[in-house]
């Protein structure tokens, strides 16, 4: 369980990553943001790699709960994903300087425990959509010849490309709103 002032660096982290990007996210831009000393961090976490490693732990949770959630949710499989879209575009309306540490893989290419976390949040997620998936077609609300992985990974790609588009646009767009249309047109589509 981590403390309350490890709460608050986590979430200035997250804040700096998203306006200055993940090389402005230094302990003295931390320590300035927060109004502690650079050693007040530094009891806090050993390094700025734990920090990040602490942000994707929680993605890692909350990754696992939307799994477990969808594997007793009842609905069809287009039900199930439609919540769990549904519910991750919540979470990054509230916070949606969380897109800037997700989508970042490419930029911890050279710290392979920020890219290997980052991995697999990601493949959780899609694996939880091919699960969802596989399941409407063992019900028979998902046509029996569509392959599941490439489904995945279609959903999953136009979801993201659709959250991309929405932070690099400044927010300009209702998420909500072009959520339910990217999923009405996949329900067209797949069922």
Known sequence: MKSERQEQIIEE????????GIQGLTIKNMSKAIGISEPAIYRHFESKT????????ILQETAIRFSHMMETKTGTAMDKISFMLKSIVSIFIDKPSLISVLFAEEIFKNEPVLEEKTVWVLNKNEETIEN?????KDEGNIPSDLDTSILA?????SFR??????????????????TDNLLTTLKKLIV
């Open 13 to 20: 982290a997250i804040k700096i990553i998203d306006s200055k």
């Open 50 to 57: 734990h920090i990040i490693i602490a942000i994707l732990e």
């Open 132 to 136: 969802i998936l596989q399941k409407g």
């Open 153 to 157: 990974l279609l959903i999953m790609g």
């Open 161 to 178: 490309l659709l959250v991309k588009r929405w932070q690099m646009g400044n927010y300009n767009f209702d998420l909500e709103r072009e």
